[in-house]
């Protein structure tokens, strides 16, 4: 079975930083593409930022600048970085995954994952 687990969320004052971590583990040989997602209280889940296949990432204009999504291929983790931090990022953050699995008959196995979230508070 696969298991997708972030942490890194806590409280933290406007303007600090914060580093989330969104760990990949069980029948997977690799991850293919990622995004972090983020929903406030109250408010649509809204995409953050995103890393293709190819490694080329996206963000939304909100956290442009900011936020600095990456990933550890040896370790199975997805990481966002979240530098000058606002109120407005107050959130619970999802990480979503695109794995693949290769067994040894030469198949090859696509999948999407969602962790079940890390909630992040920046007071004023």
């Known amino acids: 079975q696969v298991q997708v687990v972030e942490s890194g969320g806590g409280l933290v004052q406007a303007g600090g930083s914060l580093t989330l971590s969104c760990v990949v583990s069980?029948?997977?040989?690799?991850?293919?593409?990622a995004g972090w997602y983020r929903q406030a209280p109250g408010k649509q889940r809204e995409l953050v930022a995103t890393?293709?296949?190819?490694?080329?990432?996206d963000y939304a204009d909100s956290v442009k600048g900011r936020f600095t999504i990456s990933r550890d291929g040896a370790k199975n983790t997805v990481y966002l970085q979240m530098n000058s931090l606002k109120p407005a990022d107050t959130a619970d953050y999802y990480c979503?995954?695109?794995?693949?699995?290769?067994?040894?008959?030469?198949?090859?196995?696509?999948?999407?994952?969602w962790g079940q979230g890390t909630r992040v508070t920046v007071s004023s």
């Open positions: 979503n995954v695109d794995t693949f699995y290769s067994d040894y008959g030469g198949g090859e196995y696509e999948n999407e994952y």
């Open positions: 890393m293709t296949r190819g490694g080329d990432t």
């Open positions: 069980g029948t997977i040989t690799g991850i293919l593409g």
